[in-house]
């Protein structure tokens, strides 16, 4: 078969075409270059003709970053891509692992050094990956120097994987030492080209390479390499002067009889061996690389030809002197498929696209192999669910500084490592803002469970249900039920000796204090609004004022009888139940003045306390449903009502020593005295209680017992002695004779002095005589 090469679409003759083809490019650029693992050597050789110095070049294996400068390698190309995408497709695979804290290996010089350099800068650039350790593998390490690298691979356990940027040696090498610290399955190797899918590396060491991700430049076996390769021999390859010395060390035989020693074991070579069935043969990885350089050259300068010498063979005056910037040009613009298939092109740096093939080196049954897991052309496709790790197992290891943190815990990073942090708890009334911060939750919320975010705090109030609701509910009815009864009673008996003496009006005026003092308690306990606060401000302190304001008018007008009988038989003024009843409403007009001014400068709402019971436990954090009616504010709201009730203690002080046959002086006395009692007991329990989370409960109902205290023992002592006489003796509910207010006076005057002749008299005889008396002048 006749062996052709197409160019533009034209055959030529594959010899007479690579001839040219070669004498072309020696008389351009005489540039030879070799690939030794790290470093690009360049070889100069004569050249037939004159040449500008910039000569454009052409790699198939240079990958150093460096090259990519244009400021020192402008006139450099190549047909692999750089280790900057190698770089930036292995933290892709670090990334999409989820691994955020690694270790690099580099094995000094060019190639190890500029890869894990690439790799870090372009970890930093895309951030989420932090570097535990940096270690470079000298040229020439001295013993045990691999198993100090292993060492201080191991200071932090949880930076498993390892990036190697290393030759195949030092691979080899690292992975005996971390078989020998027994460090089997622990370290997750990701490694560069260096490593690919060679068999080298592993050799004898396959479990220690189990799970380790690769990458390699895209790459197609050329099949008619293979067939024009095995078919070669010592008699038909006799132009390569190197394919000697290939076949002695393919073979391990010598063609040489001297050169055979006697015990090495070395035979002779027969010249009958063959390439791939006497020995193993695999495809070098970059011969689709070297065949795409050439053709990339080839396609240069037929265009270039084009251009200078349309229509003319071979070449003419203006190629003679080759223009290596022109001919750059020419390079650069290129674009064809490969031989592989592939598109080849260069970017404005004369670098190849990054495209690259992602093996795992993986275990199934005792059988190895370098597995496609994915591959990278500007972004990552990776197949995870073909990813098996060591052990077999599916699970991805991890390789993360720090565990993340739970919800509601904030990071704070460790200074100079962004990946690694400590977790701290948002406490209190503090939620996880993000991830690195906690902020207050606004003062009506709270943290919910997680302290993710915050909730809405439950709004509290005090329910008709709650043993603090029902006891004070229950005396207030009680006693609205006995206040009703001794009113009834009165109304029945209206016109009888007993009711009267007791002075009708007076009385109906402080049995309706008492009954506003027994009716707050339900306004207290009702839920707060704009009208419940409102009824709060006049009544709770209204009540009082009617009981203290009616009693303290009637020890008054008894104080002021008896001291005017003292020095005269007048009548002092003021004394008619009318001119009592003024002064009464008079008294609580004070109150309702007070409560109207209150209104107008500060009206009436209901509002939720946050601070009330404001635990250092959020889930026990309340809102407190109230009216706003401050602790000061209801002082000065009963504090008309205090001292009403120590102006008529103070009267009754005065008069404990008229004989109680003769007045009322001493019941009313007792009463002030156990209501005084009452709340010098409440003010301690009230604003003792102040800081306490059950406030509100124990405040109202102290308050509400208090009160209804206050007018229990008014009821009890002042109108139910009344009660019983009314309904149980009438017979001592009878009028007595009357007489002039003078006389009645004189007597009740006189019996001060005479207290047994005076207590002789019946049922109180001149007492009501006396009540009597005063209601008629009125």
């Known amino acids: 078969m006749k062996q052709t090469f197409t160019l533009r679409n034209k055959m030529y003759p594959l010899q007479t075409t690579f001839t040219s083809l070669i004498t072309l490019i020696s008389q351009i650029g005489c540039h030879i270059y070799r690939y030794y693992e790290v470093e690009l050597q360049y070889v100069l050789t004569p050249c037939p003709l004159v040449l500008s110095p910039q000569i454009p070049q052409v790699s198939y294996a240079s990958t150093a970053p460096e090259l990519s400068d244009n400021t020192r390698y402008d006139f450099f190309s190549r047909v692999v891509p750089p280790d900057t995408y190698q770089a930036q497709a292995m933290v892709d695979i670090v990334k999409a692992m989820r691994w955020n804290y690694v270790s690099t290996v580099a094995s000094e010089g060019n190639y190890g050094e500029s890869g894990v350099d690439a790799f870090i800068q372009k970890s930093r650039e895309d951030g989420g990956v932090c570097i535990s350790q940096s270690v470079k593998i000298p040229r020439e390490p001295k013993l045990g120097e691999f198993d100090k690298v292993i060492r201080r691979l191991s200071e932090n356990p949880n930076a498993r994987v390892v990036i190697l940027f290393a030759n195949e040696d030092d691979i080899r090498r690292i992975l005996q030492a971390a078989k020998k610290a027994n460090q089997t399955g622990h370290f997750i190797w990701v490694g560069s080209d260096s490593w690919g899918s060679k068999i080298s590396p592993i050799l004898n060491q396959e479990e220690m390479a189990e799970g380790a991700v690769t990458i390699l430049p895209k790459r197609q076996s050329i099949r008619g390499f293979d067939r024009y390769f095995i078919s070669r021999t010592l008699d038909n390859n006799r132009r390569n002067i190197w394919f000697a010395e290939f076949w002695e060390n393919n073979f391990q035989c010598k063609l040489s009889r001297h050169a055979l020693k006697k015990g090495s074991g070395i035979k002779k070579c027969t010249n009958h061996e063959r390439i791939g069935k006497d020995s193993s043969y695999e495809q070098e990885g970059k011969v689709q690389f070297v065949v795409d350089a050439v053709y990339a050259m080839a396609h240069a300068l037929h265009n270039m030809h084009k251009e200078l010498c349309p229509g003319k063979v071979g070449l003419c005056s203006k190629m003679e002197t080759i223009n290596g910037t022109m001919l750059l040009k020419f390079i650069h613009n290129v674009n064809f498929t490969g031989i592989a298939g592939t598109p080849v092109i260069f970017n404005v740096?004369?670098?190849?696209?990054?495209?690259?093939?992602?093996?795992?080196?993986?275990?199934?049954?005792?059988?190895?192999?370098?597995?496609?897991?994915?591959?990278?052309?500007?972004?990552?496709?990776?197949?995870?669910k073909e990813m098996r790790w060591p052990g077999g197992t599916w699970q991805v290891p991890q390789s993360i500084c720090s565990q993340p943190c739970h919800p509601g815990e904030r990071k704070k990073t460790v200074k100079g490592v962004p990946c690694c942090w400590h977790c701290e708890r948002c406490d209190g009334y503090q939620y996880q803002a993000d991830t690195y911060s906690c902020k207050m939750c606004r003062f009506d919320l709270r943290p919910n469970e997680n302290h993710t975010a915050c909730e809405a705090i439950p709004i509290v109030k005090l329910e008709w249900s709650s043993p603090w609701a029902v006891i004070p509910v229950l005396i207030a009815v009680l006693g609205i039920m006995a206040t009703m009864f001794v009113v009834a009673t009165f109304i029945r008996y209206n016109d009888t000796p007993i009711v009267k003496a007791s002075g009708r009006e007076l009385s109906y005026v402080l049995l309706t204090g008492i009954f506003l003092c027994y009716a707050t308690t339900f306004l207290m306990i009702s839920a707060p609004d704009v009208g419940i606060c409102s009824l709060r401000r006049i009544f709770l302190g209204l009540g009082m004022s009617i009981s203290y304001a009616a009693l303290l008018t009637k020890t008054n007008r008894i104080y002021r009888i008896f001291e005017q009988g003292k020095m005269s038989v007048s009548a002092p003024r003021f004394i008619s139940p009318a001119s009592q009843l003024v002064i009464t409403f008079s008294l609580i007009s004070v109150q309702l003045l007070g409560v109207c001014i209150w209104f107008g400068?500060?009206?009436?709402?209901?509002?939720?306390?946050?601070?009330?019971?404001?635990?250092?436990?959020?889930?026990?954090?309340?809102?407190?449903?109230?009216?706003?009616?401050?602790?000061?504010?209801?002082?000065?709201?009963?504090?008309?009502?205090?001292?009403?009730?120590?102006?008529?203690?103070?009267?009754?002080?005065?008069?404990?020593g008229v004989p109680e046959t003769f007045n009322e002086a001493k019941p009313i006395g007792f009463t002030m005295y156990t209501t005084c009692i009452v709340w010098l007991a409440f003010i301690p329990i009230f604003f003792g209680t102040s800081q306490s989370t059950e406030k509100m409960y124990i405040q109202t109902t102290t308050l509400t017992i208090s009160v209804s205290l206050s007018a229990s023992v008014s009821l009890g002592m002042l109108y139910m002695p009344k009660v019983y006489v009314v309904l149980f003796h009438p017979e001592q509910n009878v009028p007595k004779r009357k007489r002039s207010l003078k006389a009645v006076v004189t007597a009740a005057t006189m019996s001060n002095k005479f207290p047994t002749k005076g207590g002789l008299r019946p049922n109180g005889e001149a007492k009501s005589e006396l009540c009597e008396s005063l209601e008629t002048q009125g």
């Open 349 to 384: 740096n004369g670098d190849a696209p990054g495209r690259y093939e992602i093996y795992q080196y993986q275990m199934k049954h005792n059988t190895t192999e370098y597995k496609i897991i994915g591959h990278w052309a500007d972004q990552l496709h990776l197949d995870t």
């Open 601 to 656: 400068v500060d009206p009436s709402q209901a509002i939720i306390d946050y601070e009330d019971q404001r635990t250092s436990n959020p889930d026990m954090s309340r809102g407190v449903l109230k009216c706003d009616i401050s602790d000061l504010s209801l002082i000065c709201l009963l504090g008309f009502s205090m001292l009403l009730m120590v102006t008529c203690t103070v009267y009754a002080i005065k008069t404990r």
